[in-house]
């Protein structure tokens, strides 16, 4: 089953408003890593985090690395019809190689 | 540079039949993992390959296995497939080097079980 815990599940939001959404673990990961998938297609890399404290922008994205390294969080800034989508974060840690464990998702529709 | 590209793209098969789905890496890759998406329980790691060898692996049957040819295209094989196992399958390619690597999804073989 899952190990990280996103929320919130979805999310129905007008267009220009800003979005948060937040992943949280019992266990320490490395990396954090932001997904989007698009309906018929694989997840595409958003932005990806490696250290603690980390704050990284790509675009009107922002995320952050949780000092505690059990959490991170994305937000997007006033949002368009095109951010909708579904949203996973994933952590990587040493002992588990390349594996990525994934969050459930938040499923983001954005009313124009 | 090609992106992941995934065979076939849709699948319909009977329970009890075994399938074959096929993840060509982007060029230069030698790192191929596999993993499974279901509305229940999500994204889901089946395993790694990583110059023809598993590197690693997740928590599935012995049904499902994989492998890697020499130009790193990859296979897996799923054997007496179960209702449970219609899914979106996903490959994911990386350099595999490193920790971190980044990885870069191809657009999946949807498998429906009947």
């Known amino acids: 089953g899952q190990q990280l815990n996103q929320s919130p599940q979805s999310m129905f939001i007008q267009e220009g408003e800003d979005v948060s959404m937040n992943c949280t673990s019992s266990?320490?990961?490395?990396?954090w890593l932001w997904y989007k998938q698009d309906p018929g297609e694989g997840p595409v890399l958003l932005i990806a985090?490696?250290?603690?404290?980390e704050l990284t922008s790509n675009g009107r994205l922002t995320a952050q690395f949780g000092i505690t390294r059990k959490d991170s969080f994305l937000n997007i800034s006033a949002s368009i019809p095109s951010d909708v989508g579904i949203y996973f974060c994933?952590?990587?840690?040493?002992?588990?190689?390349?594996?990525?464990?994934f969050g459930a998702g938040t499923i983001l529709r954005v009313k124009s | 540079k090609a992106g992941v590209t995934q065979t076939p793209r849709y699948l319909i098969k009977t329970r009890g039949q075994q399938v074959t789905l096929s993840c060509s890496p982007i060029?230069?890759?030698?790192?191929v993992s596999w993993y499974q998406q279901t509305p229940g329980q999500g994204l889901q790691f089946l395993f790694e390959?990583?110059?023809?060898?598993?590197?690693n692996k997740g928590n599935f049957p012995g049904r499902f296995s994989g492998r890697q040819f020499s130009n790193s295209r990859s296979e897996m094989n799923v054997s007496t497939l179960e209702l449970g196992d219609s899914a979106l399958y996903l490959c994911?390619?990386?350099?595999?080097?490193?920790?971190?690597?980044?990885?870069?999804f191809g657009p999946g073989t949807r498998l429906t079980v009947l």
């Open positions: 390959y990583f110059s023809e060898t598993q590197r």
């Open positions: 985090l490696y250290k603690a404290g």
């Open positions: 994933a952590g990587q840690r040493p002992e588990y190689g390349n594996k990525l464990v």
């Open positions: 994911a390619s990386s350099l595999g080097t490193s920790f971190g690597d980044t990885q870069y």
């Open positions: 060029s230069g890759h030698r790192s």
């Open positions: 266990s320490i990961f490395n990396t």
